[in-house]
């Protein structure tokens, strides 16, 4: 295998399917580093909805309510509804992309994630709110007050901006998407949400 490969996983840490598809994922990367060690996983921001202090439509508020339905269903993944009565929710996903892109610096981006996801899906609490995001810092281990002034910085604001413009060079439809890069090339991955064979054995595939 070329020193060169890595597979990229493209998501929002708000993507609904992104918390549905975590249990899969989790298992493919596993099934990755036993089969192919040298391989490089990288986590890559896609950036669904940018800032906005706007209260979400009521009919966009259905639609994704109806949407955590559909995954629950379809997938088995668990979802508080809570959430649509407890919060005001906004679409903009852009806050918490920012604290994802902090917490990788400490090497905690993962960690992150699933503290975002478990506030949002399970505990009704909204990542669209930098007080969700901050709580969400500290109980991975992220000093409160350095990570408050990194979220309001504008140098991650635009690091942001960096890597959604790289991310929209990729053969990406929608999150979350897994991409591989070998000898220069970006090749789209299948994704199933179920079964993690079908996307390691594109990758395989791929790698020769």
């Known amino acids: 295998m070329t020193d060169s490969a890595r597979l990229i996983y493209v998501y929002d840490p708000m993507c609904s399917w992104c918390w549905g598809y975590r249990p899969t994922w989790l298992a493919l990367q596993q099934q990755l580093t036993a089969q192919l060690p040298e391989l490089i996983i990288e986590y890559r921001l896609g950036g669904l909805a940018p800032d906005s202090d706007v209260a979400m439509p009521k009919d966009m508020q259905q639609f ?3 949407t955590w339905h559909k995954i629950a269903s379809q997938l088995g993944t668990e979802f508080n509804y809570d959430f649509w009565q407890d ?3 906004r679409r ?15 090497g905690l981006e993962q960690a992150m994630i699933l503290a975002i996801q478990q506030a949002y899906y399970l505990q009704a609490k909204n990542p669209s709110d930098n007080d969700t995001l901050i709580n969400a810092a500290v109980s991975i281990g992220i000093e409160q007050a350095a990570f408050t002034e990194r979220l309001l910085s504008e140098e991650v604001n635009l690091d942001l901006i960096s890597e959604l413009e790289a991310v929209h060079q990729l053969p990406v439809r929608g999150f979350p998407s897994l991409v591989l890069e070998v000898n ?5 991955i299948p994704l199933d949400y179920l079964n993690p064979q079908t996307s390691l054995d594109a990758v395989v595939s791929a790698l020769g």
Do not use: D, K, M, W
């Open 64 to 66: 994704l309510s109806q």
């Open 184 to 188: 220069g090339e970006a090749l789209g």
């Open 87 to 89: 919060c005001q929710p």
């Open 92 to 106: 903009s996903t852009y806050p918490a992309c920012r604290a994802c892109l902090i917490a990788r610096e400490y």
